[in-house]
């Protein structure tokens, strides 16, 4: 989407070039900067007169522009639109056409855009499209202007202005026109001035005191004219004769001892400008809103994890940094894979911290398991082993009817695949389903690595803890048996960051005697 800021700076590139070549040039070269755009250009009805602009400007004839259509639209390549008019191509049956229009409704002229993409274009930069009009179309109506004030023979140039010369002035353009004496009183006016800013007539519109609300007083802007050339642009505000305030812009210039001005209503152009920042300071609030719900919910995840993995930690002496430590293990090796990306589907940025918080809870489901069982101090006979194989079941249905009530897949639904597979075997002969190799979720397989290293380094009642070096060459061992290789690999060139994080987190005494 198109930002104020974006369209505030494009306006101040075209108010800032002088030749109107220039100023299309700008608004031109912008819209073929957009995505989507191969080519952009302008046409106008062989009605307007812009002098030596003229060469610069593909025409159409009036009698043909009641053929086109009032609103922006897609042409379908039997509009009667000359060719030439996109630089290093012909007309597309593919163009957006974005119509201005004079000051009784018709067809003025138009922007023309060829796109890729029409419909999608025309439907995302409607707004914007109406806005670039309606600037080139004050931009054509001004250098038309120009045209006309510049053309009169010399003996209608004297200090002060004829009313041969006013007349001819007024009747130049259905825009709004005054001439006004140094001392601020209006000489003449036209018709459109007085119906737009509903006035009755002179005498009414001298009898108002301060029509226009300006920044400096009258003598200021007498300077501001005598030291400049032409038309000088000023943005002012004006009583109207009902009793509101319109926002103009005064193009205004020093005839003699007198100032010709021209007033075009920009009131609707810059509601929307307030509008769209209105808009755009309330979506950055939703925003940071947004982002703020997102952390605590984010937070609250984590929490909720912890506290039910604190569950199997709490019946089960043996873990003690256990959790933390598998948990960073993971996180190290999902962060490797998602840069290397060797897998044929894409792992995304967001994974490491997903499985980070998933993982807590790989071993839930010991929560379902006997005492004498889960805090036998010695080897397990087959009957026993047959129970504990059981949490892998358990936990897996903990999680996923928890999962299955949020109504759909949750931050639970990674964490009850690890539960369910992470004693899964490369080769088949894992449980509790005997999945192998890419049957195994990612998830799992990164979980069995990081499980089974911890289990060797650790002490049990059972067992002394392993050395590192131990631990990394059963690994290595087991590779392509138990471990996908991928993971084994990535494994290896990660074990002194595994080592460092055992040291880290170590048992806590209490937990391991």
């Keep these: 989407m198109t930002s104020l800021n974006e369209m505030t700076e494009l306006f101040d590139k075209v108010d800032a070039r002088s030749a109107f070549t220039g100023r299309i040039g700008e608004i031109i070269d912008w819209i073929e900067s957009l995505p989507g755009v191969e080519a952009a250009g302008l046409i106008c009805t062989d009605r307007l007169h812009l002098g030596a602009d003229d060469h610069s400007i593909h025409r159409i004839a009036a009698a043909n522009a009641g053929l086109l259509p009032a609103e922006p639209a897609i042409l379908n390549g039997k509009s009667p639109i000359p060719s030439g008019i996109f630089r290093g191509g012909g007309l597309s049956p593919v163009t957006v056409f974005s119509p201005f229009?004079?000051?009784?409704?018709?067809?003025?002229?138009?922007?023309?855009?060829?796109?890729?993409?029409?419909?999608?274009?025309?439907?995302?930069n409607r707004s914007v499209l109406g806005l670039l009009s309606s600037k080139t179309r004050d931009l054509v109506e001004i250098a038309s202007l120009r045209t006309g004030a510049g053309a009169h023979s010399a003996e209608d140039r004297s200090d002060d202005l004829t009313p041969r010369v006013i007349g001819k002035l007024m009747d130049l353009l259905n825009l709004p026109m005054y001439v006004m004496s140094p001392d601020g009183t209006f000489i003449s006016v036209n018709q459109r001035f007085l119906d737009g800013f509903h006035y009755a007539n002179l005498d009414d519109l001298n009898s108002r005191a301060g029509i226009f609300i300006r920044e400096n007083d009258w003598n200021f802007q007498l300077q501001r004219l005598t030291?400049?050339?032409?038309?000088?642009?000023?943005?002012?505000?004006?009583?109207?004769?009902?009793?509101?305030?319109?926002?103009?812009?005064?193009?205004?210039?020093?005839?003699?001892?007198?100032?010709?001005?021209?007033?075009?209503?920009?009131?609707?152009?810059?509601?929307?400008?307030?509008?769209?920042?209105?808009?755009?300071?309330?979506?950055?609030?939703?925003?940071?809103?947004?982002?703020?719900?997102?952390?605590?919910l984010q937070k609250t995840q984590a929490t909720a994890m912890k506290s039910l993995a604190k569950l199997a930690e709490y019946r089960d002496k043996e873990t003690g940094g256990h959790l933390q430590r598998i948990c960073e293990y993971m996180r190290l090796v999902t962060r490797e894979i998602h840069d290397?990306?060797?897998?044929?589907?894409?792992?995304?940025?967001?994974?490491?911290?997903?499985?980070?918080?998933?993982?807590?809870?790989?071993?839930?489901?010991?929560?379902?398991?006997?005492?004498?069982i889960l805090l036998k101090p010695g080897p397990l006979d087959e009957s026993e082993w047959t129970v504990m194989k059981k949490h892998t079941n358990w936990g897996y249905t903990i999680l996923n009817q928890a999962d299955h009530e949020l109504g759909e897949q949750s931050f639970l639904t990674l964490a009850s695949r690890i539960a369910l597979h992470h004693h899964e075997w490369w080769n088949g002969k894992g449980y509790p389903h005997g999945l192998a190799g890419d049957e195994i979720p990612l998830s799992a397989r990164i979980g069995a690595v990081a499980d089974v290293y911890d289990a060797l380094t650790s002490r049990r009642p059972y067992k002394d803890a392993w050395t590192h070096d131990h631990a990394v060459g059963e690994i290595k061992r087991l590779t392509g048996k138990q471990f996908d290789p991928v993971i084994s690999d990535i494994f290896s060139r990660l074990e002194t960051r595994f080592e460092t994080v055992r040291n880290r987190f170590p048992d806590e005494p209490a937990l391991v005697n």
Aim: charged share 25%.
């Design 101 to 124: 229009l004079d000051r009784s409704g018709g067809v003025a002229g138009a922007i023309l855009v060829k796109s890729s993409g029409p419909k999608q274009f025309l439907r995302h």
């Design 227 to 296: 030291s400049n050339d032409g038309f000088t642009p000023l943005t002012v505000k004006v009583h109207t004769g009902d009793d509101r305030v319109r926002t103009v812009q005064d193009y205004s210039m020093l005839m003699g001892k007198s100032v010709f001005g021209v007033l075009l209503d920009v009131s609707d152009y810059v509601s929307v400008n307030e509008k769209l920042k209105e808009t755009l300071e309330t979506q950055q609030g939703l925003n940071e809103r947004l982002s703020t719900t997102t952390a605590l």
């Design 340 to 372: 290397d990306q060797p897998y044929s589907f894409h792992v995304s940025k967001h994974y490491p911290e997903d499985i980070y918080i998933s993982g807590m809870l790989h071993d839930i489901g010991k929560v379902g398991v006997p005492d004498q």
